[in-house]
């Protein structure tokens, strides 16, 4: 008979495992906000679904614009209809999901002119969205707890100025996450700067609408993979996710069938040290095809 001594000893391997596997666990990141059929955020938040949620998108901002909030079909911000999420906001960070604001976007008036310019665009991203205070603050009292770069179109120039000064707001107990998504080819034109700063948490690379480093059903897997050994190797600092449409008309190319994701491409990238997860555009297709369903017992 074992004693209790040789018994918990037997049992060290097992928790061991355990928490290696738990340490491979990845989350998945959803952009809510540009679909007024894709539910509340309250429900994105309760489905237990996601690990993080972008608000999709701050698309006005920079080069001494007035920066708007575009929440298609949920709120008017600037009639100040957007303050209501502030509930909804906490409610996901209280199940431990991380709530971003996402600038940018595939459509939209944006840029940074100047070094000075990225200040005042984190002084503005801090008041209003993170732990500053404004009379405004579109999203009412909530702080978010950081900001997504999803930069697509405008200028290349400071973004990684803009990273470090929203960095800067950091304090002890609460911390200024950061994320990006980046398209797949390497280094992406418009964040690769910013990227190599090392700042960011969370890159959500998009592997869609990008033939080269994508899946397609002639190449399968193979230009995918390639491409994310290339990101695990050179990214500076944060975790990697691999970025999918949730729907085939989510995106104009590299829509990813779920029983793929799950038996030739996470088996594989998950043995990456980088890896972080799987991250869906958006919230409004993933709702049509339950993607994230299908896929979040293997991510």
Known sequence: MATKASASLLLLPLLVLSLVELSLAGGIAIYWGQNGNEGT???????????????AFL???????????????????????????????KNCQNKGIKVMLSIGGGLGDYSLTSKTDAKNTAAYLWNNFLGG????????????????????????????????????????????YLS?????????????KALDTGLFDYVWVQFYNNGPCQ?????GTKNLIASWKKWNSFLKGGKLFLGLPAARNAAGSGYVPPKVLTSQILP???KYNKYGGVMLWSKYFDKITGYSSAIKKSV
């Open 59 to 89: 698309n006005k901002f920079g080069g001494g614009r007035t920066p708007r909030l575009d929440l298609t079909g949920h709120c008017n911000a600037a009639a100040g209809g957007c303050k209501i999420a502030s509930g909804s906001i």
């Open 215 to 219: 899946y397609s059903s002639s190449a």
């Open 180 to 192: 990006a998504a980046p398209q797949c080819p390497f280094p992406d034109r418009y964040m690769g």
């Open 133 to 176: 205070k404004s009379a405004k603050r579109p999203l009412g009292n909530a702080v978010l707890d950081g900001i997504d770069f999803d930069i697509e179109l405008g200028s290349t120039g400071f973004y990684d100025d803009l990273a470090r000064y929203l960095k800067g707001y950091s304090k002890p107990g609460k911390k200024v």
């Open 268 to 270: 594989v990238i998950k």
């Open 41 to 55: 955020l309250n429900q994105t938040c309760n489905s237990g679904l996601y690990s993080f949620v972008n608000i």
